[in-house]
């Protein structure tokens, strides 16, 4: 047993190449935990760090580089936080067999670089802080590559998967992705490794065609117990079985004084880890692991089976879906993991009360919904596929759902909640549900209006996009000016600190002109003026939109001026970028903010901006 970090792990693996595809499958899923830790990896020139708010603001530049990633994880086990970002999670509610409701309890990950190389983690470790950073975990790392580590039955058994996989989900590009990766062909002999998931037969099954001589010993790590159901199973191969007590705490055991008994009754051995970490604070030990000791092999599984009945029993017959990796190697590496537990048990720890299995956890039949929050044209649309009485339940206007496809036009305040948190929670039979919407035209998500510079702060970022464009000097500039804005508490500070009005006025001007050059040289930067003009961040001209009407209602920006200054945006830079050859699809998007840039400077204008009509006329044709 190795005690590693498995972030370290893909990072290494990752190496100088590029992440073509990524494919996560966990029974929990946290979408902060997801975004901060992990998909900052797939994006390594991005400055992210541990600060969640800072990281909010950066995802806004560098989400266009984040590679094709899929998530799929239980419907009823998924956070109340939809994603931010532009990825696919579809959440898998499993359909009641037999009064019993099983789970998606698959936790695997697949992680593909653009040289062919492919990373494939089974465990038990969910797409959690818990199951990354903070529990003990059983993990199997395989690094597969066409002609170097390829072997055919051991890579198709994966394939089997995945094809099923796509065939639940075809619109997806990272599981399709992955797929194409599994049909290169030029093979390696195979290792003495078996794949195997509940969809292709139970657990038990899957033992008998693995294991093919006498076991002498067994040791089962599970840190989840509900009964004694599946004991009968590991009887059928020896009476000599270990299983590591299943400790909550320090001092806490995660089952009933019953079952304790009972397993002793049955021969069990309650027995402990014979080696222990470096840290001496307690993590939890949700390893599930299985290992059987013969004459002249052992083997070893490990994966996601919990030691329950719906892990074992296979879909067919009702239960979860699992997976697990079965290693055999030669008796004389043999080494236990676990050693009997002889002290006085009721003295040293107290018991918890039995616990009951997730399938007898009531869970009702989630309504079959899907949902779309197309940014762009500003409306939340839905399907309901059948006769479901639901209503949306928001901040501001509930809104019923009726059968059948519509659209939704939402407020300006229903568009500000949603850009803090895109989740969709329904009311249907008394019960709450919660659904993760696909996201469309995110160029045009709002950023949540307590995120924002001064405008001497984002003058300072374009002049260092003139100083240094090789480095990307901005980039390095935001990221200390954002670490210095953010309190040790993680809150936005907002500063306004100003000079005097005319070296103000001149720091617009100024700030425009060269924000002007850096996207217009020689030839048009598309990713820059993508980024500046359509992208909805703190230090695009957006950002300093927000900074301008801030600065007018405090009184400390006159209208005319500021209203020179978004015509200056409108002549220089919008009508500059539709004038020249871009890509039609980011001449679109700059058409369509150029416009709501002009309704901004219409509502102004009919505000009252304090300037004569001449002069207006005038500095509109000098413009």
């Known amino acids: ?6 972030r370290d792990q893909i990072k290494n693996f990752i190496g100088q190449s590029k992440i073509a595809a990524a494919c996560f499958f966990s029974y929990n899923f946290d979408s902060d935990f997801f975004e901060n ?5 797939f994006v390594p020139d991005a400055p992210f760090n541990d600060n969640k708010i800072q990281n909010a603001i950066l995802w806004r530049k560098y989400a266009p580089e984040l590679p094709n990633v899929a998530v799929v994880c239980d419907f009823n086990a998924k956070g109340s936080e939809a994603p931010s970002l532009n990825y696919d999670v579809f959440t898998r509610d499993m359909k009641k067999i037999r009064y019993q409701k099983p789970v998606f309890h698959c936790k695997q990950s697949y992680i593909l ?11 038990s470790n969910n797409l959690t802080y818990s199951g990354w950073c903070k529990n003990i975990e059983g993990i199997t790392i395989e690094e597969f590559e066409n002609d170097e580590f390829f072997p055919r039955l051991y890579k198709d058994q994966y394939r089997g998967f995945i094809n099923y996989m796509c065939s639940q989900y075809p619109a997806t590009k990272a599981l399709e992705t992955i797929k194409s990766f599994f049909y290169k062909q030029k093979y390696t002999p195979e290792p003495h490794s078996v794949y195997w998931d509940s969809g292709m037969s139970s657990f038990d099954e899957f033992l008998r065609r693995t294991i093919s001589e006498t076991i002498d010993e067994i040791e089962v790590l599970s840190p989840y117990i509900y009964g004694d159901q599946c004991l009968k199973y590991l009887l059928e191969y020896c009476n000599t079985i270990r299983f590591n007590i299943p400790f909550e705490a320090t001092d806490v055991i995660g089952i009933g004084k019953e079952i304790y008994d009972l397993f002793i009754e049955n ?12 840290s001496k604070d307690f993590r939890f030990n949700h390893c599930k692991i299985y290992r059987f000791k013969g004459r002249h092999h052992f083997y070893t599984i490990i994966g996601s089976v919990n030691f329950t009945e719906m892990a074992w029993k296979g879909v067919k017959n009702g239960g979860n879906y699992e997976n697990a990796v079965s290693y055999i190697e030669p008796i004389e590496q043999w080494k236990p993991f676990l050693n009997p537990y002889n002290g006085n048990i009721e003295t040293e720890f107290r018991f918890t009360e039995n616990k009951e299995e997730q399938s007898n956890v009531y869970h009702p039949e989630a309504p079959n919904l899907s949902f779309i929050i197309d940014w762009q044209k500003n409306v939340l649309q839905y399907e309901n596929k059948e006769t479901y009485q639901c209503e949306w339940i928001n901040e501001h206007k509930n809104k019923m759902i009726d059968s059948g496809k519509d659209d939704i036009k939402l407020s300006i305040s229903q568009k500000e909640e949603l850009s803090k948190n895109p989740a969709i929670k329904i009311s249907y039979s008394g019960n709450t549900f919660i659904y993760y919407p696909k996201q469309i035209g995110m160029d045009f998500k709002p950023l949540p209006i307590n995120l924002r510079l001064n405008n001497e702060q984002i003058f300072k970022l374009w002049n260092e996009l003139i100083k240094n464009k090789e480095v990307k000097a901005d980039i390095l500039y935001l990221e200390s000016l954002l670490r210095k804005k953010l309190e040790d508490t993680g809150d936005w500070k907002e500063e306004y600190q100003h000079d005097s009005i005319l070296n103000y006025m001149s720091t617009h001007l100024s700030g425009l002109i060269q924000l002007e050059k850096v996207l217009f040289q020689k030839q048009i930067q598309e990713q820059l003026v993508h980024y500046y003009l359509v992208v909805d961040n703190i230090d695009t001209i957006w950002g300093y939109l927000n900074c301008l009407k801030k600065e007018i209602n405090d009184g400390w920006l006159q209208k ?12 220089h830079l919008f009508e500059k970028a539709i004038r020249l050859k871009i890509n039609p699809p980011l001449q679109e998007s700059v058409k369509l903010k150029h416009q709501k840039w002009k309704k901004e400077i219409n509502k102004l204008q009919k505000e009252g901006i304090d300037l004569d009509e001449k002069l207006l006329k005038w500095t509109l044709k000098q413009l």
Not at 1 to 6: G, I, R, S, T, V
Not at 113 to 123: A, E, S
Request: proline letters at 2%; hydrophobic letters at 50%; glycine letters at 6%.
């Open 1 to 6: 047993m190795e005690y590693l970090l498995l």
């Open 37 to 41: 830790y992990l998909l900052p990896l």
């Open 113 to 123: 670089t653009n040289d062919q190389r492919l990373m494939v983690i089974n465990g």
């Open 267 to 278: 021969g069990i051995q309650w027995s402990i880890l014979n080696q222990q970490e470096e």
């Open 560 to 571: 005319g001026f500021a209203w020179l200054c978004m015509e200056i945006v409108n002549k």
